[in-house]
């Protein structure tokens, strides 16, 4: 069983940046797809951008395209999430998982979860 544990959300004015990270526990952390999910109060969990085992195909809601980029250093087993000019509207708590199986965008494709990271961007 793989842990996930993210670091690295915080309060930040609109416009601003954040790095989120994922770290990794298990061997088989380099051999799976990797997402990053948010969920806003009163909301359902969405999909916010995926990354293949290798890093060479990425995946980006429309929301946070061109704002946001996902990267994976395997030899750290750890994933990070560049969340740049943020927006109010982008406050949300911020899991990363590990893909099982199925499409990417969809939580219940991913079967480990890490605790969540909270984004508050302020106005």
């Known amino acids: 069983q793989v842990q996930l544990v993210e670091s690295g959300g915080g309060l930040v004015q609109a416009g601003g940046s954040l790095r989120l990270s994922c770290a990794a526990s298990?061997?088989?952390?380099?051999?799976?797809?990797m997402g990053w999910f948010r969920q806003a109060p009163g909301k359902e969990r969405e999909f916010v951008a995926a990354i293949s085992w290798n890093g060479g195909n990425t995946y980006y809601a429309d929301s946070v395209k061109g704002r946001f980029t996902i990267s994976r250093d395997n030899a750290k087993n750890t994933v990070y999430l560049q969340v740049n000019s943020l927006k109010p509207e982008d406050t949300a708590v911020y899991y990363c998982?590990?893909?099982?199986?199925?499409?990417?965008?969809?939580?219940?494709?991913?079967?480990?979860w890490g605790q969540g990271t909270q984004v508050t961007v302020s106005s």
């Open positions: 998982a590990l893909h099982y199986s199925g499409g990417v965008y969809y939580p219940s494709s991913f079967s480990s």
């Open positions: 298990g061997r088989t952390f380099s051999s799976h797809v």
